[in-house]
Each structure stands twice: as structure tokens, then as C-alpha cells.
């Protein structure tokens, strides 16, 4: 099973910046792709931004330009850099992994979630 860790929410003021980590762990996995999802009160869960392990990069319309979204393969971490945070953006931040664990002829495919982390930002 693959389990995904976040850190580095917080609150901020608008205009300020935050940084989130992502670190996936487990045993005998690979990831296709990553990415960062967040859910605001009584809104519905929504792509923020996602990358491939081939590096193909995704971003909602709202965060392009100010959000940018990387990873290290090696350390299965993936990382979203916020600047020029808004109060819109204030929301839980969850941290997405998708690809495929175990072994010949045993191989699975998963999709993880972190427990999320919250970002405020205020006016």
C-alpha cells in the first residue's frame, strides 16, 4: 500500500507564498503521476495540478501562472509552489499518486491520497 505524506500549509497573507511537499512511501511501487487537488467549505474536491513522470504538467485555469507544480522521481516527492496566494485559494490541499504496486503476477494498480493539508490566506 502506498501511503502519501503532506507538509508545509499554513496561513499567509494574499500575496504571499507557500510551499507543499508531497513524499509517497511503501514497498515495491512505481507512480505514474502526482498531483495536488484541494476542497474549500462546501465546495467540491478540484484539480489544482498534476505531473506525470514523464513531466507532462496540468494546471486549473485559476492557479496557471502563479502555481508551479514539480517532482523528484527519485524520492517519489512532488512539490507545488504557491505565489501570489489569493483568499480564494484557501482551501485543504490533497496530494494524489496514482501508478501500480507489487509484484509478476501480482501487480495492482492504486490511487492515494494524502490526509491533506489546509492553506489559508488572508485578505
Known amino acids: 500500500q502506498v501511503q502519501l505524506v503532506e507538509s508545509g500549509g499554513g496561513l499567509v497573507q494574499s500575496g504571499g507564498s507557500l510551499r507543499l511537499s508531497c513524499a509517497a512511501s511503501?514497498?515495491?511501487?512505481?507512480?505514474?503521476?502526482m498531483g495536488w487537488h484541494r476542497q474549500a467549505p462546501g465546495k467540491q474536491r478540484a484539480l489544482v495540478a498534476g505531473i506525470t513522470n514523464g513531466g507532462r504538467i496540468r494546471y486549473a485555469d485559476s492557479v496557471k501562472g502563479r502555481f508551479t507544480i514539480s517532482r523528484d522521481n527519485a524520492k517519489n516527492t512532488v512539490y507545488l509552489q504557491m505565489n501570489s496566494l489569493k483568499p480564494e485559494d484557501t482551501a485543504v490541499y490533497y496530494c494524489?499518486?496514482?501508478?501500480?504496486?507489487?509484484?509478476?503476477?501480482?501487480?495492482?494498480?492504486?490511487?492515494?491520497w494524502g490526509q491533506g493539508t489546509q492553506v489559508t490566506v488572508s485578505s
Open positions: 494524489n499518486a496514482e501508478g501500480q504496486s507489487g509484484s509478476w503476477p501480482e501487480i495492482k494498480s492504486f490511487d492515494s
Open positions: 511503501g514497498s515495491d511501487f512505481s507512480i505514474v503521476a
